[in-house]
């Protein structure tokens, strides 16, 4: 499907006018990413708004967020019961896209969207609107990373900015992209040793476990970059909590799924 196509089946859903569309294809011609331009763009089941252009979801987080849900188990297989009240974070939420793809995904659940960029947590809420999701079933907290957050949680989610400064990256990132949802400083390591500072004091300690074994309330993933493994490696024997680096779809190391007393299936 070409350009032209994708704008009409995702932008118009068949009916544009002659001038918006040349327009669009202008925008894209002149580098705006494509997605941008459609304004949206689909992620585990729903979909995230992209109007203010927070980051772009990526196919490799979508990948970790597929693999988290299905860790979890589905509650027609489980039973919604063991759910009830499962609290859940999404660090550095940027579209919301995490938090949004797990309140779809369990019913039962809520939760806290934290970011530093107010115009990020409207994003959170047009993400929310898109997809039909209850304001009651979440809430929006600017903090800079854990400075405003309280509380436990029984899933902690976070993509926080992890590219070096000097790295390179895809066309049109820094041109387009929010340059502080991708870049982070300390060769892209000072947000993720943000995050896992404060993970141990906000992740619950472990709960009932669910049917199969293998999961205990206090359970959290976080993306990072393949170049950072061996960090990330060496940063997991000063956490209190056990934890397991995870590979993408193409093979890469991605993410971590860590917790207090998790037996890894």
């Known amino acids: 499907m070409n ?10 859903h ?3 006018d002659a001038g918006s569309l040349e327009n669009d294809l202008m ?8 997605d941008y331009v459609i304004g949206w763009k689909p992620f585990c089941g729903i979909e995230a708004d992209l109007s203010l252009q927070p980051l772009i979801p990526r196919e490799e987080t979508e990948y970790w967020v597929s693999e988290c849900i299905r860790f979890l188990g589905s509650e027609t297989r489980r039973g919604g019961s063991h759910f009830q009240n499962l609290r859940c ?4 939420t940027g579209s919301g896209c995490i938090a949004a793809a797990l309140l779809k995904a369990f019913s039962f659940a809520s939760c806290d969207c934290v970011d ?15 997809n039909s999701i ?15 957050v309280e509380g436990v949680y029984d899933l902690i989610c976070a993509n926080p900015p992890y590219v070096g400064e000097q790295e390179e990256v895809g066309e049109g990132v820094r041109e387009h992209e929010p340059t502080q949802a991708v870049f982070a ?13 404060g993970l141990e004091e ?14 205990e309330r206090g359970l959290a993933y976080c993306e990072f970059s393949p170049m950072q493994e061996a960090w990330v490696q060496e940063h997991l024997t000063t956490l209190a909590c056990q934890g397991k680096i995870c590979r993408d779809q193409y093979g890469r190391a991605r993410f971590l799924r860590m917790g207090k007393r998790v037996l890894y299936a």
């Open 185 to 197: 400083g300390d060769a892209g390591r000072a947000a993720l040793s943000k995050f896992f500072e």
């Open 27 to 34: 925008r894209i011609a002149a580098g705006e990413p494509i």
């Open 89 to 92: 974070l999404d660090m550095c």
């Open 3 to 12: 350009t032209k196509e994708l704008l009409m089946r995702d932008k118009y």
């Open 202 to 215: 906000h992740l619950a300690e472990g709960g009932p476990p669910v049917p199969n074994g293998t999961f």
């Open 116 to 130: 530093n960029d107010p115009q990020m947590l409207k994003a959170v809420w047009l993400t929310m609107e898109r």
């Open 134 to 148: 209850s304001p009651e079933r979440y809430r929006l907290i600017e903090s800079d990373m854990w400075e405003h």
């Open 14 to 16: 068949g009916h544009a």
